[in-house]
């Protein structure tokens, strides 16, 4: 329960603190990633970034679940750790995620919290834990109202775009149709002119007969 945190809480931590989130030596940890946007499939790669010279553990031993958007690690020695995500789609990367943790060593824990109260330090990770759930509402709901707005913006957009698209048409139809109308008027104008050759070539053979 200790270590189960989801993305959300631990970027609070870092937010918070500036350090990793703390863990112990032989105890999983999960991570739980934060898409770009809900709804979509995305491909996730984890990777073991830094390490304690100590470790020995590698990319190869983190285990994913869920699609590849959960991975859980066991840390091996005691030091900090960076884990390292890439989200991408169609082979294109889309974001990249760090995860820092500080890992103690349990014994060494152990001895320097001999005597105090075991109840009370339960209490207080409920009441952590607590807290973060809350947090976490709030961060879920302030990331969808700027998915909302991002979309209103994206619409707003498209709909401007197509208001220029339609008066550009109208423009070009409106020009074409004076075009049309020029030539059709420049035509009538020919014909009369040559009409008018005509009779009055007819009127001039007439009177030399005459």
Do not use: H
């Not at 824990?109 to 973060?132: F, I, P, R």
């Not at 913006?153 to 550009?168: A, I, P, R, W």
Request: proline share 2%.
């Amino acid at each position: 329960m200790r270590n189960l945190f989801s993305f959300f809480i631990i970027f609070l931590i870092f937010s918070c603190s500036g350090t990793g989130l703390e863990g112990f030596v032989n105890e999983p940890i999960t991570i739980t990633a934060l898409d770009p946007e809900d709804g979509q499939d995305y491909d996730y790669f984890w990777s073991v970034e830094n390490q304690p010279d100590g470790s020995l553990i590698g990319s190869r031993d983190l285990k994913t679940s869920n699609g590849g958007k959960e991975m859980l690690f066991t840390p091996d020695y005691p030091g900090d750790y960076s884990i390292e995500l890439i989200i991408s789609k169609y082979g294109d990367e889309i974001d990249v995620q760090k995860f820092l943790f500080t890992i103690l060593d349990e014994k060494i824990t152990s001895k320097k919290n001999d005597g105090e109260n075991t109840e009370e330090k339960d209490d207080n990770e409920d009441w952590l834990d607590d807290e973060y759930e809350d947090d976490e509402y709030e961060d879920d709901d302030n990331m969808k109202m700027m998915n909302m707005k991002m979309m209103n913006m994206k619409m707003m957009n498209m709909k401007m775009m197509n208001m220029k698209m339609m008066n550009m048409k109208t423009m070009n139809m409106k020009m074409m149709n004076m075009k049309m109308m020029n030539m059709k008027m420049m035509n009538m104008k020919t014909m009369n002119m040559k009409m008018m050759s005509q009779i009055s070539n007819r009127k001039k053979l007439k009177a030399k007969t005459l």
